[in-house]
Structures are given as structure tokens and as C-alpha cells.
């Protein structure tokens, strides 16, 4: 089955302890990306990738970082989380990023930083 | 700066009833995506819309697209409960509005 795969779904941490969400896609897509939800706000890009060993910012980078090293997989990594990064965090994918292709999207990460 | 403006935020309908949500966007796209994101789920695709006047239907929903006036509509015809969920819009480089979230009621 063609899906995207994230995990934890729920995360509860503390303040300053790393963190990985993963995230991993089976459909041979070029172009992966990270969002997160608040109420509100709608979707907020964070990172996103057109390719392996490419990765550009988003809206809202500031505290995260991730890596493509593997075509399927886009991990996100808080080394220092704080509470403003409480939020629900998807990942995503589609074909070709700007390609007017659809996203595909993970089933969410509930992150808390307590 | 693209920004994308969805309304309204909050709509609550009876069953049976017609109704429009918008999307405004200020800065030229001629690329445009509905997903729909029900209560504690992910997001999922309804609606591609990639040229002026570009109609496209699914059910009782239909959504359209004139980048003249940058604004997107979807239409949801004579609404049931089953529709009740949020309702984004995102524009070209998924650029995403604040979401709709539709209510439907008996």
C-alpha cells in the first residue's frame, strides 16, 4: 500500500532533550516536506526536500533541522525542543515538488514539550 | 509574500443546504489544492486545480478556480453529516490557508 509513515504519533518530552520524528515514504516521490498544524494557523512548512541531499527552509525553521540521505526517508530532529514547539507535525511527499502534483500526507506526530 | 485567506473559519450547516467557502490568495498562482482533514486525522486530497476557470467535481463537493481574481471556491451541495471535517486550501508551493471547519447538522 502507497503511504507515508511517521512516527511516534504522540510524543510527550521536556525541554532540551533531542528528538527525531521519522518519516518515511513508499512511493518513489522526489520531493518530501514537514509541516506543522496549530489551531489557527493552518499548515506551516518547516523543511522540504526536491531530492536527496537537497534540503531548503520553509516558513517556520527556526529549532528543527532534517536530512535526506535516502531517497524514502526525511527524518525531523529538534536538538533543543522548547513548549513553542508543541504541535501537531505532519509529513508529507508527492512526485516532484512544483510539479502540481498532490502531497501525500503522514497520519501526524502530537508532539508536547513540557 | 504569498498569503492565502480562507472564510469563512467556522461554518455550521443543516443537512440538505448549499454552501461556499473561499480562498483568496494575493500574489499570482495558477496552481491550487483542497484537502480535506477530518477530526484527529491527516490531511487528504480532493481537488488539483492548475489553470484559470478550471472546474473540477466529486460528489456533492465542487471546487473552481480563477486566478484572475485569485480566489477558489468550493461548493458543497445539499451538505450531510458525512462532510463534516475541515477544509484547507493551499496554493502554489502549498502555501495553506487557516482551514474551514464544517459542520453539518440534522
Known amino acids: 500500500e502507497a503511504q507515508v509513515t511517521q512516527n511516534p504519533r504522540y510524543l510527550i518530552t521536556v525541554t532540551g532533550k533531542k528528538l527525531t520524528v521519522t518519516c518515511s515514504q513508499n512511493m518513489n516521490h522526489e520531493y518530501m516536506s514537514w509541516y506543522r498544524q496549530d489551531p489557527g494557523l493552518g499548515l506551516r512548512q518547516i523543511y522540504y526536500s526536491m531530492n536527496v541531499e537537497v534540503t531548503d527552509k520553509g516558513d517556520v525553521p527556526e529549532g528543527y533541522k532534517v536530512s535526506r540521505k535516502e531517497k524514502r526517508n526525511f527524518p525531523l530532529i529538534l536538538e533543543s525542543p522548547s513548549p513553542n514547539q508543541t504541535s501537531l507535525y505532519f509529513c508529507a511527499s508527492s512526485l516532484a515538488g512544483g510539479s502540481n502534483e498532490k502531497l501525500f500526507f503522514g497520519s501526524g506526530t502530537q508532539l508536547s514539550v513540557l | 509574500e504569498l498569503k492565502v485567506e480562507q472564510n469563512p473559519l467556522f461554518l455550521s450547516m443543516q443537512e440538505g443546504k448549499n454552501y461556499t467557502i473561499y480562498c483568496n490568495y494575493s500574489?499570482?498562482?495558477?496552481?491550487l489544492y483542497w484537502y480535506r482533514q477530518d477530526p484527529g486525522k491527516s490531511l487528504e486530497s480532493l481537488f488539483v486545480?492548475?489553470?484559470?476557470?478550471a472546474v473540477k467535481q466529486e460528489g456533492r463537493l465542487m471546487a473552481s478556480l480563477d486566478t484572475k481574481a485569485r480566489l477558489s471556491t468550493l461548493h458543497i451541495t445539499a451538505a450531510v453529516h458525512d462532510l463534516s471535517a475541515t477544509y484547507f486550501c493551499?496554493?502554489?508551493?502549498?502555501?495553506f490557508g487557516a482551514g474551514t471547519r464544517l459542520t453539518v447538522k440534522p
Open positions: 493551499a496554493v502554489g508551493d502549498m502555501r
Open positions: 500574489t499570482t498562482s495558477d496552481r
Open positions: 486545480l492548475l489553470s484559470n476557470g
